[in-house]
């Protein structure tokens, strides 16, 4: 059972988590202006505001007071099954936060505006010169931070659970190569078929 200091922890903890998320919208509605609305004059300072923003948004992450929160309400109380689900998101995100320096988190926002701007002008008019060192620069950053949270994983498996949590390639693989044997064979009946792609409705 939960004591009410014990409950105070955790709304706080939550009320911090609520703060981030808010700000991360503001830096989606950023890109998605940058995207849609902003002029390509405007990359060279629009680059500098995400830059700003993520870097608030990954101290708040990375905020001491944040582990303190987890490390007291984990250890105490008993948690309903969304208060649980609650507090272990909330510290895969603070380890996660913590094994990342500010600073790559501000280059590679910066980095992100530049790219897409050059990608789009790029796809434009078809010359892709001042594209491809803004697209190494990128990579080479997203695998020093795939190398600031891997551990002992691949960098594909640690970028791929941010988005497919538990996931693995080799998993993945496994998958893959079961539906690559059935597709193929859908396939090849597909071709030897003289039947219409799309039968007859019944009369």
């Known amino acids: 059972m939960t004591t009410p200091s014990q ?3 955790y709304q706080s903890l939550m009320m911090r988590y609520h703060e981030i998320h808010n700000l991360s919208g503001i830096a989606s509605l950023l890109q998605w202006d940058q995207e849609v609305m902003m002029p390509k004059e405007g ?3 629009r680059a500098e505001q995400p830059a700003a923003l993520k870097t608030v948004i990954h101290s708040k992450k ?3 007071v944040i582990g303190e929160l987890l490390e007291k309400v984990e250890s105490q109380g008993e948690w309903t099954a969304q208060q649980s689900a609650d507090l272990r998101e909330a510290k895969k995100s603070y380890q996660l936060a913590t094994q990342v320096p500010s600073e790559l988190v501000a ?3 910066r980095l992100e505006v530049h790219t897409t701007q050059a990608w789009a002008e790029a796809r434009s008019s078809g010359e892709y010169e001042a594209f491809w ?3 190494k620069q990128t990579l080479a950053r997203r695998r020093d931070f795939a190398d600031a949270i ?5 960098r594909y498996d640690a970028l791929l659970d941010l988005y497919e949590p538990g996931e693995t390639s080799e998993n993945l693989t496994v998958l893959f190569a079961d539906l690559r044997g059935k597709l193929i064979e859908i396939l ?3 071709e030897s078929s003289n039947s219409p792609t799309n039968p007859p409705a019944p009369e």
Do not use: H, N, V, Y
Request: proline share 4%.
């Open 43 to 45: 990359a060279g300072q």
């Open 150 to 154: 891997r551990g002992d994983r691949s």
């Open 107 to 109: 280059e590679i926002a």
């Open 7 to 9: 409950t105070d922890m």
């Open 188 to 190: 090849d009946k597909g």
């Open 133 to 135: 060192p803004l697209f």
């Open 62 to 64: 990375t905020d001491e």
